[in-house]
């Protein structure tokens, strides 16, 4: 639908309409451009920025002082206000995407604010009054205007940027932009460099607002700060989130309703008050409260759950299949945990704990709540560093590295609270475990270069769901599914890893009888099939079911390692679950 109704916009300018409507809809055009860049950086990955407004105004003045100053090309301009903005963007993300909660938001008004008064008060760019006398733009020969030529050049370039962040978004690198908003722990368990792409995307929204801006100085000819202060950055962040912040196709409804509607109160208001005033701004401010409360998702959500959701075409049945990292052999050691310790301040959570995993074992890691368990898995996985002690994966130490370098060597790991995207299908939750395999990045994507690798990442995908019971599951969105079936989701995500080691983190919490039955029999078959686990579980009967040997843990310290057998025996182990009598 979003597709078609964009094609068909372009036919407004053969059609008879006022020249007033063709310059409305090209300030949608331009407010869409940035809009777009917004969806990208605060709809898919969760970053809130006031400061889009910025980049518009240097796109603008790069254009607006190398043609009036030097006389360029209009068409040279581009590439320099792109650069220019790509730097800047470059550095404000690499200070500013550290900073979490309300500090990215600030320093992002804060550098919108530092650039709207640089513009307001440097000589070379006319201060306040900004430059004047800009050409309109050209093409072979023919000048664009502000009429109808312009106007299919702008929607061309909204149409193609649409496009290309709507492929971007169904790719290997759009599932992880995806799982930014889930938070980091699960993107970097799967290998995924959360601030690398927190930067990536930062960078793209703010060429898509430099765009935006060289159009709007060659439109109106002019240019000077007051369309790129705060006030401008908070619209266009109204605009994204009145239309759908998580939507494409919502940014450009946002930016036609508002474009259109702040308009027709300008007019309207005035004649019902009886008094002129900015009265739209207060309309604005309670319809933003009224959507928050009631469609917070945004107009195009209200839009899309009404329409009918194909599933994904299966073109990837004959696809080649991922190269596969060669197997430890039986018996050889997978994981060699020596002495390991980690200290909270004065608290050791974890004291000199030690024991090995080999290869085609279950070993379980056991003990009382608070026996440093989740800790020491924290440790092995990367997610925590440890205070002294080694880590050895495959005769490799990996004591020291972050968590998405240990899961590109091959040790995966599930959470204890699930950890998946809601609003992806089972399938493409599945293939986010294949990140590091693939190797195509944003540009192939954009361009639908990636196509080739994306079979082999989705047959991988159905191929590890089929292996854990999930293959009639694969077009469902991974929010629908019952807690048994998230469980064995996030399992079928770890084994696309290719994983040498596989780490379950009480895998059977709130499941019921049956589905752990179901849980027991998949590892079960992955142990036949070759596969190394280790397990921290609270439910002892599946502990005792499935393990070859436990390990026992007690206010983290190591208590005793044997086979289940031998620690079902073990009065040691009976008095730190059932304490002692007196």
Same mark, same amino acid.
């Given at each position: ?6 094609? !068909? ?43 889009q ?9 790069t ?12 068409? /040279?301009? @581009? ?10 963007a ?12 309300? +500090? ?8 919108? %604010?530092?650039l709207? +008064? ?9 201060? +306040? ?12 020969? !023919? #000048? ?5 030529? =312009? =106007? ?16 971007? %978004?169904? &790719? ?6 995806r799982? %930014?908003?889930s ?5 970097e ?25 060289w159009?709007?100085? $060659? ?8 369309? =790129?202060?705060?006030?401008?950055g ?8 009145v ?13 036609? @309703? ?5 308009? *027709? ?13 900015? +009265? ?51 018996? #050889? ?31 379980? /890691? ?14 092995? &996985? ?18 020291? %590295? ?58 991988? !995908? ?10 009639? $599951? ?29 780490l ?11 589905e ?5 029999q998949? /590892?079960?078959?992955? *142990? ?5 686990? @280790? ?48």
């Amino acid at each position: 639908m979003g597709l078609a109704a964009l094609a !068909a916009i372009p036919l407004a300018a053969i059609l008879p309409l006022p020249d007033f409507w063709i310059t409305q809809l090209n300030y949608i055009g331009l407010y869409s451009l940035t809009c777009l860049g917004l969806v990208l950086l605060t709809g898919i990955a969760g970053l809130t920025s006031f400061g889009q407004a910025a980049f518009v105004g240097i796109g603008a003045y790069t254009t607006g002082w190398l043609t009036v100053n030097l006389g360029w090309s209009p068409w /040279l301009t @581009l590439p320099v206000g792109l650069a220019i903005t790509a730097a800047s963007a470059l550095v404000l993300a690499l200070v500013t995407l550290r900073m979490s909660g309300h +500090y990215l938001p600030l320093a992002t008004i804060a550098w919108g %604010l530092s650039l709207y +008064y640089l513009m307001g008060n440097l000589d070379a760019l006319g201060k +306040y009054d900004g430059i004047l006398g800009l050409k309109s733009l050209s093409l072979f020969g !023919a #000048d664009l205007g502000q009429g109808r030529g =312009f =106007f299919l050049l702008t929607w061309s370039l909204v149409a193609v940027m649409a496009v290309a962040l709507l492929h971007l %978004l169904d &790719s290997r690198a759009g599932r992880a932009m995806r799982s %930014l908003k889930s938070g980091a722990l699960m993107a970097e368990s799967v290998g995924i460099s959360t601030f690398r792409y927190k930067v990536l995307i930062f960078v793209i929204a703010a060429l898509l607002a430099c765009l935006a801006g060289w159009l709007l100085a $060659h439109f109106q000819r002019t240019v000077n700060p007051t369309a =790129f202060g705060l006030k401008m950055g908070i619209e266009y962040l109204f605009m994204t989130v009145v239309g759908g912040v998580g939507h494409v196709w919502g940014a450009i409804a946002g930016a036609a @309703l508002t474009r259109l509607l702040e308009d *027709q109160l300008q007019v309207l208001l005035p004649r019902l008050i009886g008094t002129s005033g900015s +009265y739209e701004v207060i309309v604005f401010g309670i319809a933003l409260v009224l959507m928050l409360k009631y469609q917070p998702d945004g107009l195009w959500d209200f839009v899309e759950r009404r329409l009918p959701r194909p599933p994904r075409r299966n073109d990837w049945a004959d696809a080649a299949a991922l190269a596969a990292q060669p197997r430890p052999a039986a018996g #050889d050691p997978v994981l060699e945990v020596h002495q390991l310790r980690k200290e909270f301040g004065g608290l050791v959570a974890v004291n000199d704990v030690g024991f090995q995993v080999r290869a085609a074992e279950i070993v379980g /890691l056991i003990g009382p709540n608070g026996a440093g368990k989740t800790t020491t898995f924290h440790m092995i &996985s990367g997610v925590l560093p440890h205070t002294s002690g080694t880590v050895r994966f495959r005769g490799r130490p990996i004591g020291h %590295l972050p968590s998405r370098q240990i899961a590109r060597l091959g040790l995966a790991r599930t959470f204890q609270h699930v950890k998946m995207i809601p609003d992806m299908t089972v399938l493409e939750n599945a293939a986010l475990g294949a990140h590091a395999r693939g190797g195509k990045g944003v540009l192939a994507a954009m361009a639908r270069l990636d196509r080739a690798e994306e079979r082999t990442l989705f047959r991988e !995908a159905q191929r590890q769901l089929e292996r854990v019971g999930m293959g009639s $599951h694969l077009h469902e969105l991974a929010g629908n599914l019952a807690m048994g079936q998230q469980r064995l989701l996030e399992i079928a995500r770890a084994l696309c890893a290719d994983p040498a080691l596989l780490l379950l983190d009480e895998p059977a919490a709130g499941l019921r009888h049956q589905e752990k039955r179901a849980l027991a029999q998949v /590892l079960r078959q992955l *142990q036949a099939e070759g596969m190394t686990i @280790l397990l921290v579980e609270h439910d002892m009967d599946l502990v005792m079911e499935v393990c070859d040997r436990l390990v026992v843990m007690e206010f983290g310290t190591l208590l005793m390692e044997g086979t289940p057998r031998e620690v079902r025996q073990s009065p040691a182990v009976r008095a730190a679950y059932l304490g002692t009598e007196h």
